[in-house]
């Protein structure tokens, strides 16, 4: 029900909570304890070839073809999801724009910083253009303007996107629904402006969401250690 798209009013959506390693969990092929799982209308566990094709990932560690450059790369991840040769040049010399990596068409990957390098991962979790993107911890090791680069492309991509993170901003900056699941049961929807405006008076400006988060899981106040959450952007579909 989280990942469905709604046809009059796509939007993205925040998950917070102790359950975001369960709902990634969900979308691959393990068996569920209960209910089902639909991946663009696919059974993970029975169609997991069909979910795959479909489906973007990219994770918070990854490795890479240090002396390819990053045009062939790409090229590489392409022609593997049967682009062909000119398509999956084409895709690729797009996606390097996107991420702003141009320079390093013709550059090995190995000269690229830990920045750079993430954004190459996560475009090239684009590269066959998936219906839906999973993105774990997709602003670690950027700064702050390579952060922000990173939001503006979540917010600019179609289909439905997955972002975990334990960054509270990564959230408020690229969602405009929330979602906070608790003890497998959702505890909170709606927008995150909403979710700071129920942090109790007093909270430190700039901590409301985070607050009002911490408050909604956990209202006795205990110490909670890290905090996780996925954003969601469910496809707009014309």
Not at 16 to 23: N, T
Request: negative net charge; glycine residues 10%.
């Amino acid at each position: 029900e989280i990942l469905r798209a709604r046809r009059d009013e796509p939007a993205r959506a925040g998950v917070l909570g102790d359950d975001e390693r369960a709902v990634r969990a969900r979308l691959d092929d393990r068996e569920a304890d209960a209910g089902e799982v639909r991946v663009a209308g696919w059974d993970p566990v029975t169609e997991p070839g069909e979910v795959r094709a479909r489906m973007g990932w990219s994770p918070d560690v990854f490795g890479l073809y240090d002396n390819l450059t990053g045009g062939e790369y790409l090229e590489l991840f392409g022609e593997a999801y049967r682009l062909g040769r000119p398509a999956a040049r084409a895709r690729a010399a797009e996606l390097l724009e996107l991420a702003r990596l141009v320079e390093f068409a013709d550059r090995p990957v190995h000269t690229m910083s830990r920045g750079q390098k993430q954004r190459l991962g996560m475009v090239r979790a684009l590269v066959h253009d998936p219906e839906v993107l999973l993105l774990d911890e997709p602003s670690t090791g950027l700064d702050p303007e390579q952060r922000a680069r990173m939001v503006d492309i979540v917010r600019g991509l179609d289909g439905c996107v997955l972002l975990s993170s334990h960054v509270m901003e990564d959230v408020t900056d690229a969602a405009n629904r929330v979602l906070v699941l608790h003890g497998g049961r959702l505890v909170y929807d709606g927008t995150p402006a909403d979710l700071a405006a129920q942090a109790p008076s007093g909270t430190r400006p700039g901590r409301e969401a985070e607050q009002a988060f911490l408050e909604q899981v956990d209202p006795d106040g205990k110490p909670l250690g890290v905090m996780p959450a996925i954003i969601l952007a469910p496809p707009s579909l014309s």
